[in-house]
């Protein structure tokens, strides 16, 4: 059974009362805190073998400022990277074994 759903027993039986959702609620984090935590991100990712670079960057900087959509960004960035590992493979295909 849902959370907010209750059962109330009448004289006809059973019947389910629901009740309404609550507000999905707001992110209260100050921007000091979505920096920290964006930082800490950035910081695991490097740690990871991730290297930032200016293409990145202004991607990153476009979904900010509203030009694009994150699934647009997302988009761009699978297909850098689908485009990346073909490079490295043709690269290992041209190299003798």
Same mark, same amino acid.
């Given at each position: 059974m849902?959370?907010?759903t209750t059962i109330r027993l009448t004289s006809k039986g059973p019947r389910y009362i629901l009740s309404r959702m609550k507000p999905h609620p707001k992110d209260a984090r100050s921007d $000091? #805190?979505?920096a920290r935590d964006t930082a800490g991100i950035v910081g695991s990712l490097k740690? #990871?073998?991730y290297v930032q670079n200016a293409d990145d960057e $202004?991607?990153?900087q476009k979904v900010k400022r509203g030009e694009i959509t994150s699934d647009e960004a997302i #988009?761009?960035?699978a297909q850098r990277g689908l485009e990346r590992e073909r490079k490295a493979l043709a690269r290992q295909r041209k190299q003798p074994a």
């Open positions: 849902n959370q907010g $000091a #805190e979505k740690h #990871e073998g $202004a991607i990153h #988009e761009l960035f």
